[in-house]
């Protein structure tokens, strides 16, 4: 089969699409015919020699894709041969065929078109398991969401509205603060320009829950945007590792701070993060209460290009690779 191989550590320049060997499923696996899969932050990290793959997951990029069920793997129950499917990965998407494990697919939902499901999972789970599952989001909270226009933001302002709660999202033009809006915000915020905390404040008594996609940068005014028993979630260091918490204000809000990726998370952690998304998450985008939403597709084997699209944050929304053409 056809894969993008990293010949080395470095810019997009350094992806090829290249044979290499077919994967096979182990048992509790499925093997997939790949039709899309899609392009997220860590495959950048990654592809520059900063993020490896957790220990027996595949070197390939690709944290998501979406497919054919091509074969089962030993044990394997509740799919079939030919189901058309969607997937969390902890690596391999960018390829013609990739090894899951049968507790990390999900159905096509709705009338999602195949190719826009590739999109879903990573978004999916990581905002249902960070603002739902563990920031307990409900109707009439304050949901403040960091990177608005991103693939994870404009997932989460939809989960958000769907649930009940007050959306303010940060971003960085008013082009992409207008499509935030269009998508259901209720609060816009040009980071470049404004105050996030002074926003927040003026229109409520401060964020239930805040998804943070920067880290070190943010801690102190995430903390300052918090409502009472307020919950702050990082899933990113794109504002650096290092910061300083005050304990203080922490204390002073009965307030907490959570920091949790997913890739890494354990088989089991992930495969119960996927049912609950398929329990409660997936009727509301059978619904279409939540969709996914595709800025660019490009062909898998010109991923070089849908890495420098995302690097330059041109792209609202996710930025996809299509297997097939």
């Given at each position: 089969m056809y894969a993008i191989a990293i010949r080395e550590p470095g810019g997009p320049e350094v992806l090829e699409w290249?044979?290499?060997?077919?994967?096979?499923?182990?048992?509790?696996?499925?093997?997939?015919?790949?039709?899309a899969s899609a392009v997220n932050r860590a495959d950048l990290l990654q592809r520059i020699g900063v993020y490896p793959p957790p220990p027996g997951a595949s070197e390939i990029l690709g944290l998501e894709c979406s497919g054919t069920i091509a074969e089962l793997g030993e044990g394997v129950e509740g799919w079939q041969v030919g189901d058309e499917v969607c997937a969390l990965l902890a690596g391999g998407g960018y390829a013609e065929k990739v090894a899951v494990p049968a507790g990390q697919l999900l159905p096509i939902p709705g009338e999602v078109d195949t190719i826009a499901a590739?999109?879903?999972?990573?978004v999916a789970c990581t905002v249902w398991a960070n603002v739902v599952m563990h920031g307990k989001l409900g109707e009439g909270d304050v949901l403040l969401v960091h990177g608005g226009a991103?693939?994870?933001?404009?997932?989460?302002?939809?989960v958000g509205k769907a649930l009940g709660a007050t959306v303010a999202v940060t971003a960085g033009s008013a082009e992409r603060l207008e499509s935030c809006r269009q998508l259901g915000a209720d609060i816009t915020i040009n980071y470049r320009d404004e105050d996030f905390?002074?926003?927040?404040?003026?229109?409520?008594?401060?964020?239930?829950v805040i998804l943070d996609n920067m880290g070190a940068s943010y801690v102190d005014r995430n903390l300052s945007a918090l409502a009472m028993d307020g919950r702050l979630v990082i899933i990113g260091m794109q504002g650096g590792v290092k910061g300083e918490l005050n304990v203080g204000k922490l204390l002073g809000k009965r307030a907490?701070?959570?920091?949790?990726?997913?890739?890494?998370?354990?088989?089991e952690q992930k495969a119960a993060i996927v049912a609950?998304?398929?329990?409660?998450?997936?009727p509301l985008v059978e619904q279409g209460s939540v969709k996914p939403i595709v800025g660019q597709v490009v062909p898998m084997a010109e991923?070089?290009?849908?890495?420098?699209?995302l690097e330059d944050g041109s792209v609202f929304g996710k930025v996809l690779l299509a297997a097939k053409s």
């Open positions: 290249t044979d290499v060997p077919d994967p096979s499923p182990g048992p509790g696996e499925v093997l997939l015919d790949v039709t590739a999109g879903l999972p990573e991103g693939g994870i933001g404009t997932h989460a302002i939809q905390v002074e926003v927040l404040k003026k229109h409520t008594g401060g964020a239930d907490s701070v959570f920091a949790a990726g997913l890739r890494a998370r354990p088989l609950d998304v398929r329990a409660r998450l997936w991923a070089a290009d849908a890495h420098r699209a």
